[in-house]
């Protein structure tokens, strides 16, 4: 299948600091992308639709100024968690959709954010 | 609204074939099904997907019932890598992919 890289894998930051995370396709050109999260013992949530070109769209009750998405090319979206807090600490996952008539979505590895 | 139904958990011995069943009875006539699985701590990973034929690939074979509201997910021969959650997921409206709970698959020695 595609592959697609997420950076980093792992942080831990001060609460009230800011973290980006970056999401790639490596070997597919993706229009779209998604940011999905995930709290212990749970399903994943999307977050966002990550669209090149033009802004991201939110899912219901996703501050959009706290979470910044940027799709500045075919092959990257970045999350920008600002100002994070304890709470904002969880598994954040980044996909990929290859256009055309299959549409599958394919998923970076994660990345376990530890707000302290 | 959930647009897929599924077990909470299922054991599976060793080697032995994994059935993993999924109701879908509200899906309409262009809404293919997906499965993708998550090990723990790790992105999740597309298995397999159709509309209305079975399909099947290296990883598993997907059955679909002639009135497409149901379908098995079938992992051939279990080993213990495949213990995981496992998604049956259809589509939302905006056609993006929302993740229910899922079946947790635990396949045993």
């Known amino acids: 299948g595609a592959v697609v890289s997420q950076h980093p894998s792992r942080v831990i930051c001060k609460s009230g600091t800011s973290v980006k995370i970056e999401c790639r396709s490596l070997d597919f050109q993706a229009t779209t992308m998604f940011w999905y999260r995930q709290f212990p013992k749970q399903s994943l949530m999307l977050m966002a639709t990550?669209?090149?070109?033009?802004?991201?769209?939110?899912e219901q009750g996703v501050e959009k100024d706290k979470f910044l998405i940027n799709h500045a090319s075919l092959t990257l979206s970045t999350l920008t968690v600002t100002s994070a807090h304890p709470e904002d600490s969880s598994f954040y996952i980044c996909?990929?959709?290859?256009?055309?008539?299959?549409?599958?979505?394919?998923f970076g590895a994660g990345t376990r954010l530890s707000v302290l | 609204d959930a647009k897929t139904t599924q077990p909470p958990s299922m054991d599976c011995a060793e080697g032995r074939a994994a059935n993993l069943p999924c109701n879908h009875s509200t899906i309409s006539g262009n809404e293919y099904v997906y499965w993708y699985r998550q090990i723990h701590s790790q992105g999740p990973q597309y298995i397999i997907h159709g509309l209305k034929n079975n399909e099947t690939n290296e990883m598993a074979s997907l059955i679909i019932t002639e009135d497409r509201k149901s379908s098995t997910l079938i992992l051939p021969h279990a080993t213990l890598r495949d213990t995981a959650v496992y998604y049956c997921?259809?589509?939302?409206?905006?056609?993006?992919?929302?993740f229910g709970a899922g079946t947790q698959v635990v396949v045993t020695p």
């Open positions: 990550s669209n090149e070109g033009s802004k991201a769209t939110y």
């Open positions: 997921i259809v589509k939302d409206s905006w056609g993006k992919l929302q």
């Open positions: 996909s990929a959709r290859i256009e055309g008539s299959k549409n599958i979505q394919y």
